[in-house]
């Protein structure tokens, strides 16, 4: 596990030798399979799982994301993480994620993920993507509003 994964978006990590819940697993192998370059947001991975919602993602994230690519996962207007933002910004760049510049009055000039363009469906990765506790059909199925 790299350092940028080990100190990652979360505020913590599972404590050693803890067991994660069923549900927090779940979502952490939804973050892992999102190729670089892409992104999900929370409502995403919800709607992939068919089960939660996009609080209980961000909750899972915010405790136990740093054990994966945690900058992936994101909010559906394409702010970047409050706090964070920097290095996620790294990230994006060395990933080659869709940006949005901001504009001048922006607070900070911080971009945007360009949601369009950076957003993933889970598609190309069915055979790779575990089937076990996913919503009928696969990632390949999952739709967006």
């Not at 409502?43 to 994966?68: K, T």
Request: no cysteine.
């Amino acid at each position: 596990m790299s350092q940028d994964q080990t100190d990652g978006g979360g505020s913590g990590t599972a404590p050693t030798g803890a067991e994660l819940p069923e549900y927090a697993e779940r979502v952490l192998d939804v973050a892992d399979l999102i190729p670089p370059g892409r992104v999900m947001t929370y409502g995403d991975i919800a709607e992939w799982l068919g089960e939660g919602g996009p609080r209980q993602v961000g909750r899972v994230m915010a405790l136990y994301g740093s054990a994966v690519p945690w900058w992936r996962v994101v909010r559906s207007d394409g702010t970047l993480l409050p706090a964070h933002e920097l290095r996620a910004l790294d990230h994006y760049r060395a990933e080659g994620t869709p940006l949005r510049e901001a504009s001048h009055r922006a607070e900070g000039h911080i971009p945007r993920i360009d949601m369009r363009r950076a957003r993933w469906d889970g598609g190309g990765q069915a055979d790779a993507a575990p089937d076990e506790g996913r919503g009928p059909g696969g990632p390949g199925e999952k739709a967006h509003t």
